[in-house]
């Protein structure tokens, strides 16, 4: 069993045990919580790498825990979802959480998800790069030896999976990526209905980084392409 620490959120206590015993036998330490008031304290106690939160509990949903954590934590978060609560997985997207993954789940792609997620947290907190390397596009300035974002000289606080989208972007301005292209570089697995992820991630971070983003100066789409970071 290795020290990363994964929470399980749900209010079924059936179908949390059976992905807590999923992740265990993939060596990883699984913690359980049964609604969004447990989940918080939990994460106030144990230092959490990861969550994996269902989206309709008691006491405090998952959408309204996500937006809680996301006030001072940028650990990844999956969301687990019922077919009929698309618009709650899209909401949860915009607001902050990493992925979703519909209910009934798939045990070989849950773990798949998991793995992709953690490879790309751990490396975001662990990498180390030498000197002062920092990507300038106008007034976005991306430091990637503290991974801070910067606005006309304003802090941007980024998730995770922002920063990523970003700074895969920034380091080939002008050139449109498709959505696929951009999940499969940033999410580190192979494509499956990527464009609905990306397109709602997209907008979140216009949301950030624009004075107006639905007239944006620099993350644009090229309809029927993709996406592209514009340096003029």
């Given at each position: 069993m290795n020290d990363t620490k994964i929470l399980v959120v749900d209010d079924d206590i059936e179908i949390a045990y059976a992905i807590q015993q999923l992740l265990i036998n993939e060596g990883y330490t699984v913690l359980e919580a049964h609604n969004g008031l447990e989940a918080l304290q939990l994460i106030d106690e144990?230092?959490?790498?990861?969550?994996?939160?269902?989206?309709?509990?008691?006491?405090?949903?998952?959408?309204?825990?996500?937006?809680?954590?996301?006030?001072?934590?940028?650990?990844?978060?999956?969301?687990?979802?019922?077919?009929?609560?698309?618009?709650?997985?899209?909401?949860?997207?915009?607001?902050?959480?990493?992925?979703?993954?519909?209910?009934?789940?798939?045990?070989?792609?849950?773990?798949?998800?998991?793995?992709?997620?953690?490879?790309?947290?751990?490396?975001?907190?662990?990498?180390?790069?030498?000197?002062?390397?920092?990507?300038?596009?106008?007034?976005?300035?991306?430091?990637l030896d503290t991974h801070d974002f910067y606005v006309d000289g304003q802090s941007v606080k980024l998730t995770v999976t922002e920063f990523k989208i970003l700074e895969f972007l920034m380091s080939h301005p002008n050139i449109v990526f498709s959505a696929q292209r951009i999940y499969e570089q940033v999410w580190d697995e192979e494509a499956y209905a990527s464009d609905n992820a990306v397109m709602v991630h997209v907008r979140r971070i216009r949301e950030k980084i624009e004075y107006n983003p639905k007239e944006p100066k620099y993350l644009k789409v090229v309809w029927g392409v993709g996406y592209k970071i514009e340096n003029n």
């Open positions: 144990q230092n959490i790498q990861l969550i994996i939160m269902d989206i309709m509990m008691p006491k405090l949903d998952g959408i309204s825990a996500l937006l809680k954590i996301r006030e001072s934590k940028h650990v990844p978060i999956i969301l687990l979802s019922a077919k009929s609560e698309q618009s709650d997985k899209v909401l949860g997207l915009s607001i902050g959480a990493d992925d979703y993954i519909t209910k009934p789940y798939d045990p070989a792609e849950l773990v798949a998800r998991v793995q992709s997620q953690l490879r790309r947290f751990l490396t975001f907190n662990t990498e180390k790069r030498v000197g002062g390397n920092c990507i300038i596009i106008g007034g976005l300035e991306m430091n």
